[in-house]
């Protein structure tokens, strides 16, 4: 019997995890590692584990999809997760639950992030501030070969100055299947294209900072063509897990943004 809602938790790493049962802890790029972290492994069933250097997040999401049997299917981070209503000093009580979201599984199919606001700049100009904006560019050549219907919701999404990012997301699993077909026949064929040897580890991970912009525009197409109302789409906040460095996290994006110093980790 399937569960009603299961969420992965990715990670590479020994982390303190959500108690609650709905979550499942998946350690992503475990193929060819002899790290044992006593968590689901992303490199068992079908998987493809092996692209994790270039995929991040998203070979745990692709182990959930083809591997996992529960009518709504989410992924978190062990740094980021969904924030529940519980005000508490420790942020791990403060976690979304299983009591908590399935309320809104009634009526909403898909829950999101909380927007982030970029206020000065629009999605596709923030991309191109910090990362190498061919990326970004081939994936729209793909998606225009592969599925032009798609065009006008990547024009109108990407020049927002706010999106749902993090590719953090729950969803229903007709909804989670449809979405991975579709993301993912797009990725691997920008993986092919311009993945190269002499790119940093920071580099590689072009695929998964794609995937959340595009993430968008799968939305900004089933919003705009009704085949998803504004009402199902369900905003909760998210939460860090650590401290967040808000002062080099503003000068990396200033140094970005006016500078053309373009960041070389995360931050």
């Not at 972290?37 to 998203?58: A, H, R, T, V």
């Not at 005000?87 to 299983?98: W, Y």
């Not at 829950?111 to 990362?131: A, D, G, M, S, W």
């Not at 993912?184 to 998964?208: M, S, V």
């Amino acid at each position: 019997m399937s569960e009603k809602v299961k969420i992965i938790v990715a990670t590479h790493k020994a982390y303190r995890m959500p108690e609650d049962k709905m979550y499942l802890p998946v350690h992503v790029g475990a193929e060819g590692k002899d790290l044992q972290l006593g968590y689901q492994k992303d490199n068992e069933g079908e998987n493809i584990s092996l692209l994790n250097p270039q995929f991040c997040e998203l070979t745990g999401l692709y182990w959930a999809w083809k591997n996992l049997d529960a009518e709504y299917i989410g992924l978190v981070h062990y740094r980021r997760v969904f924030r529940g209503k519980r005000k508490d000093k420790d942020p791990f009580n403060q976690i979304l639950t299983r009591e908590e979201i399935e309320p809104f599984l009634v009526n909403c199919p898909i829950i999101v992030p909380k927007k982030r606001r970029y206020y000065i700049e629009t999605l596709y100009q923030h991309y191109q501030h910090n990362h190498h904006i061919d990326e970004l560019d081939t994936a729209e050549q793909i998606l225009k070969e592969k599925y032009p219907q798609y065009e006008d919701a990547y024009q109108k999404a990407l020049h927002r100055t706010w999106g749902y990012m993090f590719n953090m997301m729950v969803l229903r699993a007709d909804l989670l299947d449809e979405y991975c077909n579709w993301i993912f026949d797009i990725l691997f064929e920008l993986n092919r294209r311009l993945t190269k040897k002499d790119q940093t580890a920071f580099e590689a991970r072009f695929p998964g900072r794609v995937s959340e912009r595009l993430f968008n525009v799968w939305l900004t197409y089933k919003l705009d063509h009704g085949e998803i109302k504004k009402t199902q789409v369900k905003e909760i906040p998210f939460l860090y897990m650590e401290k967040i460095n808000k002062f080099k996290k503003g000068l990396t994006f200033l140094k970005a943004k006016f500078v053309g110093k373009k960041p070389e980790k995360s931050c």
